[in-house]
Structures are given as C-alpha cells and as structure tokens.
C-alpha cells in the first residue's frame, strides 16, 4: 500500500498553546489505525482492513497519557516537550490488543504435547482426565501470591513482544473460591507488569469432574454464585462460556451468557471450534462482544456475524499447536464483512504462545491474511473485541499513548520474520514500560 501524508490531526496552534509530555520523532513508519476523520471510524471490515493510516517520516505528540497529534515531522519542529524520543526512522505501532488468553496457569503441559504428538487428540486427552481437568487440579492445589508469581514473566514476554492490552479469563478454579483467586491473581499481575487488563470469568470453561453426574448444579452454581459475586466485586468485566457439544451446549450456553448480561458483563463465547454448533450464531444474537476460534463456522455463522457487531476472534496459534490442519475461514469471513481480530489464545495446552507477532505470521501464511490486515486485527478490530476501541488499538487523538516502536522500518517484517521479536521499546500511556 502506498504512503499516504495524512494532515495532522490536531490544531497545531492548540499543540503550541501549552507544553506537550512526550515528542516522539524521527519515526520512519507511523501506523496510526487512525480513522476518526472517516465517516466510519468503528471496527473494520472488507477492504478497511487493509487500510493502516500510514504516515511517512513522522512524528508523535503526548499529553497526560493519550495521544494529542501526529502528522509529518517537519510540523513538529520547534515544538515545546518535556521529553524527546527518537525513533530512528524505525516503524512505530499502536501497541498490540490480545483479546483471548488464559495466561494465568500453573504448570505448563508439556506432556499432553508430547502425547498429542504421537497421534493423542486433545479430546481424548481430556476424556483421560488431562487437558483442563490436568490445569484445574494443578491451579487449585496454588494459593494467589503463587499464581501472580507464575504469572509475571509470562506476561511479561507478553508485553515485551508488543502486548499493551490483555484479556485474561480465569477457568482454571471451577469453583467460586478457586475463580476468584484466579481473577484476582490476574489483575495483580497485570497490574504489575503494566499491562492494561479486561478480565473474562470463564467459568463455564468445563464442568468440573465431581459435577459430572449433576451438571445442572454447576450451571447454577456458576449462574447464581459465581457471576454475581464476580460482578459485585468488579473482579471481571465479562464472561466467557466454552460453547461445544461435548462442554456446554447451546442452551446450557444460552442461559448463562443471559444470566452474565442481566448482571451487567459484557458477553464473549468459545464458539464453533471442535464442530459447527451454532455458537457464533448465538454470540450475535445475544450481542456478545466477540466469539472466539470458528475454525468449525459455517456459512450461515459468517452470515450472522457479518450482520452484528460481534467480532469473530480467530486464535491461529492453537491450531499450529495442536497440529491440526484447518485454519478458521479468515478470507471468507473478511469478504462476507464481519469484524476479524486476532488473538494468541495463550494457555498451558493448546497454544503456548504469548506472541501476538508470531501469531500475525501463522495468520498471514496459514489463513491468508495480508501483512496489513493482520495488524488491523490484532490493534483496533481486537481492541473493539474488548470494547475498548475508543480507548486502545489506535493512534488516534484522544487514544491512550500505548505504542511501539520496532526495530524494523516497514510493519510488513514484523509477519515475515516469524518468531522473531522486532518490538525495540514500549510505551504505555506514554511511558517507555520496557
Ligand atoms: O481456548 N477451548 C478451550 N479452552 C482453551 C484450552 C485450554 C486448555 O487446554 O487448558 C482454548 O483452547
Ligand atoms: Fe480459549
């Protein structure tokens, strides 16, 4: 795509008016995802996707945290800042949006990989008691400070390859103690390691196995304890069900999405991922925020998330995992117009990858998505997963100041060189975090 000069955003003389914190020159490459001169600045779709704000040779200006203008460097110059960065002509980014993880975990399942290699199928190994059973045991046998513990430098990989925003589910406790010592040990990680958190209950991630023959007292458990205290003491902002034949079906899906938007949190679904179900179609009807994996989705699924504002989250890096050979239907979603973002789904079993730039790169090679679109979907398509889209996944004015600034000078390297980390500084609300 050609470079194209867009005009500041800004009044330069309101930018001179008074003394900006952070000047970031120099920089090489901007994409801004900036469209809110447009007439349709929500989530893109279609050929959006491929359109990225690009300015050339620019520069940057922060006040208290958020992103006051950008525009070519030269009307920049003279200007007052508390502080100078130079991007040394290198490509700078919104900072990275990872709507789907389960970062919070105990001991990593190495073992179940190598079972799976040998031609174990993940449903299997869950059947065998391992899988999410294995995760659950684990989690609960840990006490809080433990699980943060474990946690930081996860996410801390997380932020240095570019994360800014996290969405983390809990799912690994199944009970209300064990749940919300997992939330709380995510938001405390997070908030250590500067990363900007949405927290996901997720609950109804399986029924736990000494509910096995009364499944119907999980599922009221979940509904009249776990999510209302959830609520009631802002441990989460969401919550998530694992929306398959052989976890939740879609009633039992059905009653506790409804339950969970009568409390006032916002919907998201583990949808269509194992065999066509049905999930994304419920997700848009109930105006879930997103619905997440679709490998399995069908055309009446693309058609019903094309028609709603609910984003098809697609998690690439599980099914490199897992070894499977059926990507989601990335173009045909595209084409049909739903909101695609993307997400590493990053999680002790199927995808052990805290990288969304390695993610970026499975999707541009697996699922077809150009270097551009995959940076649209893992920045603003996946801050609207959230409902942050006013807030983060843009360079925007007005947009919290969360950027990267790469060592590379074109964004199209940050897919090509796969598992390669080209993230040279972050900043988060205009401070350089690492
Ligand atoms: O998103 N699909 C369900 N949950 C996770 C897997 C979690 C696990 O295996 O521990 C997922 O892939
Ligand atoms: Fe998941």
Same mark, same amino acid.
């Given at each position: 795509?050609?470079? !194209?000069?867009? &005009?500041?955003?800004? =009044?330069?003389?309101? #930018?001179?008016?008074?003394?900006?914190?952070?000047?970031?020159?120099?920089?090489?490459?901007?994409?801004?995802?900036?469209?809110?001169?447009?007439?349709?600045? +929500?989530?893109?779709?279609?050929? *959006?996707?491929?359109?990225?704000?690009?300015?050339?040779?620019?520069? #940057?200006?922060? @006040?208290?945290?958020?992103?006051?203008?950008?525009?070519?460097?030269? !009307? $920049?110059?003279?200007?007052?800042?508390d502080t100078t960065y130079d991007a040394a002509g290198k490509c700078v980014l919104p900072g990275l949006v990872d709507p789907h993880t389960h970062a919070v975990y105990g001991r990593t399942r190495q073992?179940?990989?190598?079972?799976?290699?040998? +031609? /174990?199928?993940?449903? %299997?190994?869950?059947?065998?008691?391992?899988?999410?059973?294995?995760?659950?045991? =684990?989690?609960?046998?840990?006490?809080?400070?433990?699980?943060?513990?474990?946690?930081?430098?996860?996410?801390? %990989?997380?932020?240095a390859h570019g994360t800014t925003t996290i969405e983390i589910k809990s799912g690994y406790g199944l009970s209300p103690k064990d749940e919300i010592k997992m939330l709380r040990a995510a938001r405390r990680a997070a908030e250590t390691?500067?990363? @900007?958190?949405?927290?996901?209950?997720?609950?109804?991630? /399986?029924?736990?196995? *000494?509910?096995?023959?009364?499944?119907?007292?999980?599922?009221?458990?979940?509904? /009249?304890?776990?999510?209302?205290?959830?609520?009631?003491? +802002?441990?989460?902002? @969401? #919550? =998530?069900?694992?929306?398959? &034949?052989?976890? $939740?079906?879609?009633?039992?899906?059905?009653?506790?999405?409804?339950?969970?938007? /009568?409390?006032?949190?916002r919907a998201t679904v583990h949808a269509d991922e194992l065999e066509s179900f049905g999930g994304a179609i419920l997700a848009a009807r109930l105006g879930a925020g997103s619905a997440d994996h679709l490998i399995r989705i069908d055309r009446e699924g693309i058609e019903a998330l094309a028609a709603s504002d609910t984003v098809a989250v697609l998690l690439p890096g599980t099914v490199f995992t897992l070894g499977l050979r059926d990507y989601a239907p990335a173009r045909e979603m595209i084409e049909a117009g739903v909101v695609v973002a993307l997400a590493t789904d990053y999680n002790p079993g199927s995808s052990p990858i805290s990288s969304l730039p390695l993610v970026m790169a499975i999707a541009c090679t697996q699922m077809r998505l150009s270097p551009a679109e995959a940076l649209t979907a893992a920045t603003v398509n996946a801050a609207h997963a959230l409902g942050?889209? =006013?807030?983060?996944?843009? #360079?925007?004015? +007005?947009?919290?100041? *969360? $950027?990267?600034?790469?060592?590379?000078?074109?964004?199209?390297?940050?897919p090509y060189h796969a598992g390669r980390n080209p993230v040279a500084g972050v900043f988060r609300d205009g401070e350089l975090v690492t």
């Open positions: 795509m050609p470079l !194209d000069d867009r &005009p500041t955003a800004t =009044d330069m003389s309101d #930018l001179r008016a008074s003394p900006i914190d952070l000047l970031v020159t120099g920089i090489g490459q901007l994409c801004t995802l900036d469209r809110s001169g447009s007439s349709d600045a +929500g989530p893109r779709r279609g050929a *959006d996707l491929g359109d990225l704000g690009l300015v050339a040779d620019a520069a #940057l200006a922060v @006040r208290d945290g958020r992103v006051v203008a950008y525009g070519p460097g030269e !009307d $920049f110059t003279g200007l007052d800042a073992d179940e990989y190598e079972r799976r290699l040998r +031609g /174990e199928t993940y449903l %299997e190994i869950a059947a065998a008691g391992g899988g999410i059973h294995a995760s659950v045991r =684990d989690l609960r046998d840990r006490d809080e400070d433990e699980l943060v513990e474990l946690a930081l430098p996860r996410l801390g %990989e997380a932020l390691v500067g990363l @900007r958190a949405v927290l996901t209950c997720l609950a109804a991630h /399986e029924i736990p196995l *000494d509910y096995r023959d009364r499944r119907e007292v999980y599922i009221d458990l979940v509904c /009249e304890e776990i999510l209302p205290r959830v609520k009631q003491e +802002g441990l989460a902002d @969401r #919550l =998530d069900v694992f929306c398959e &034949p052989s976890v $939740f079906d879609l009633a039992e899906t059905e009653r506790i999405l409804t339950r969970g938007l /009568e409390l006032g949190l942050l889209g =006013d807030e983060a996944g843009s #360079l925007a004015p +007005g947009r919290r100041a *969360d $950027f990267l600034v790469l060592d590379v000078d074109d964004y199209r390297l940050v």
